[in-house]
C-alpha cells in the first residue's frame, strides 16, 4: 500500500519561500512519477508540477512556473517542492501524489495515491 506523507508547510510573508517534502512508501520510488497539488477554499484543486521516475522529466502548471522547482531524492525516496517568491494567492493546503507509471501531467486522474495534505499560508 503506497503511503504519501508531506511536510514542510506553514506560515510565511510575501516575497519568501518554503520547501515541502513528500515521502513515499509501498512501491518502488523510482519507477513512478510524482505530482504536487494544491487546493484553496472555494477553489479547485490545481496542478502545479510533475517529475518523472528518475526525476530527468520536469512539468510545470502555469501558475507556477518560474517560482517553483520540483525535485526528488530517490535514495530517501523523497520529492520536494522548492517555493520562491510567494504571494497571498499561493495559500492553499498542498498535496503530493503518485502515479502508476513512469511519467505523469497534469490530469488529477493519472494520480493514484495522495498525501493528506500540508497547510501552506503567505501573508501580505
Known amino acids: 500500500q503506497v503511503q504519501l506523507v508531506e511536510s514542510g508547510g506553514g506560515l510565511v510573508q510575501a516575497g519568501g519561500s518554503l520547501r515541502l517534502s513528500c515521502a513515499a512508501s509501498?512501491?518502488?520510488?523510482?519507477?513512478?512519477?510524482m505530482g504536487w497539488f494544491r487546493q484553496a477554499p472555494g477553489k479547485e484543486r490545481e496542478f502545479l508540477a510533475a517529475i518523472s521516475g528518475r526525476g530527468t522529466s520536469t512539468y510545470y502548471g502555469d501558475s507556477v512556473k518560474g517560482r517553483f522547482t520540483v525535485s526528488r531524492d530517490n535514495a530517501k525516496h523523497t520529492m520536494y517542492l522548492q517555493m520562491n517568491s510567494l504571494k497571498p494567492e499561493d495559500t492553499a493546503v498542498y498535496y503530493c501524489?503518485?502515479?502508476?507509471?513512469?511519467?505523469?501531467?497534469?490530469?488529477?486522474?493519472?494520480?493514484?495515491?495522495w498525501g493528506q495534505g500540508t497547510q501552506v499560508t503567505v501573508s501580505s
Open positions: 501524489a503518485t502515479a502508476p507509471t513512469y511519467y505523469s501531467r497534469n490530469s488529477q486522474e493519472e494520480y493514484d495515491a
Open positions: 509501498g512501491r518502488p520510488f523510482r519507477l513512478y512519477a
